[in-house]
């Protein structure tokens, strides 16, 4: 089975950037579609972008189309979330995580493996 770790969060001012990444071992990340979650304190966990397997369709949550960008790179088994024009309604604990299911659903039911989270804070 694969297993995840995230890094690249942290504290950011108002329209600043981030990017999250996440990082795979283990089984082939190749094979699997990945997304990115979120959970804000005190709320349930929402789904934030996906992308297929080999990169070549993508999804996102309305809140954050035109200011995050998904990507990946199979040959180097990472994963990233570029987040620009941030707002402290972005705040909350960030999650990756893959799947070999139907990549249409993705943003809405468990996927397989999940990482331990990295959080960011957007705050002035």
């Known amino acids: 089975q694969v297993q995840l770790v995230e890094s690249g969060g942290g504290l950011v001012q108002p329209g600043g950037s981030l990017r999250l990444s996440c990082a795979a071992s283990g089984r082939t990340f190749g094979n699997y579609h990945m997304g990115w979650f979120r959970q804000a304190p005190g709320k349930e966990r929402e789904f934030v972008a996906a992308i297929i397997w080999n990169g070549i369709s993508t999804l996102y949550v309305d809140s954050v189309k035109g200011r995050f960008t998904i990507s990946r790179d199979n040959a180097k088994n990472m994963g990233y979330l570029e987040m620009n024009n941030l707002k402290p309604e972005d705040t909350a604990v960030y999650y990756c995580?893959?799947?070999?299911?139907?990549?249409?659903?993705?943003?809405?039911?468990?996927?397989?493996?999940w990482g331990q989270g990295t959080l960011v804070t957007v705050s002035a």
């Open positions: 995580a893959v799947d070999r299911g139907l990549f249409a659903t993705i943003g809405s039911r468990a996927l397989e493996v």
